[in-house]
Antibody, heavy 116, light 107 residues
Framework: QVQLQESGPGLVKTSETLSLTCTVS????????WNWIRQPPGERLEWIGY???????KYNPSLDSRVTMSVDTSKNQFSLRLDSVTAADTAVYYC??????????WGQGTLVTVSS | VIWVTQSPSFLSASTGDTVTITCRMS??????LAWYQQKPGKAPDLLIY???TLQSGVPSRFSGSGSGTDFTLSISRLQTEDFATYYC?????????FGQGTKLEIK
């Protein structure tokens, strides 16, 4: 059974960079699309973007200028970097696998708080 | 961007009841719609994709229908473990977008 686990700091200072890693176990990172989704407190889920196992990416235009995703197939990991964060970026961040565009496996999520 | 309007936001029901949740899209998405169940402190679980196809392991009391702009999730014979928050999500085009959620509570 495929499992995903997010890791990274739970607290990031305003204007700094949020960095998270998702480790995939129980399955291969290829040939799937690997996604990041977030959920601010009390708000709906927001899709951040995906990275294909080959390294191609697609980002939500609302975050495109601040987002970078990368993948390390040797470690079965993929990562999210979000620059210049503000309080509006406080959210639970999820990583998820997409199979034919369907988000079929999710990590448990990690809360990231942005504060000065 | 495809906007997703989900209703109702809150739903109160009893075990054994049948409930329906709807999602309306700002433009047609064919059948590129998924439904998720989320319990407090947990990640969303995929219930249904392609508007009406049950994910493996999901009980048959869950069903989905619709195409184009209007979709429904029905849960029949509600059981205790079904009380949770439900989200719809379109994957017709990018960016993927979600409904605001429906919290199903025990009456």
């Amino acid at each position: 059974q495929v499992q995903l686990q997010e890791s990274g700091p739970g607290l990031v200072k305003t204007s700094e960079t949020l960095s998270l890693t998702c480790t995939v176990s129980g399955g291969s990172i290829s040939p799937y699309y690997w996604n990041w989704i977030r959920q601010p407190p009390g708000e709906r889920l927001e899709w951040i973007g995906y990275i294909f196992y080959s390294g191609s990416t697609k980002y939500n235009p609302s975050l495109d200028s601040r987002v970078t995703m990368s993948v390390d197939t040797s470690k079965n990991q993929f990562s999210l970097r979000l620059d210049s964060v503000t309080a509006a970026d406080t959210a639970v961040y999820y990583c998820a696998r997409a199979d034919y565009d369907v988000l079929d496996h999710w990590g448990q999520g990690t809360l990231v708080t942005v504060s000065s | 961007v495809i906007w997703v309007t989900q209703s109702p936001s809150f739903l109160s029901a009893s075990t054994g009841d049948t409930v329906t949740i709807t999602c309306r899209m700002s433009q047609g998405i064919s059948k590129y719609l998924a439904w998720y169940q989320q319990k407090p402190g947990k990640a969303p679980d995929l219930l249904i994709y392609a508007a009406s196809t049950l994910q493996s392991g999901v009980p048959s009391r869950f069903s989905g229908s619709g195409s184009g702009t209007d979709f429904t999730l029905s849960i029949s014979r509600l059981q205790t473990e079904d009380f949770a928050t439900y989200y719809c999500q379109q994957y017709y085009n990018f960016p993927y977008t979600f409904g605001q959620g429906t919290k199903l509570e025990i009456k």
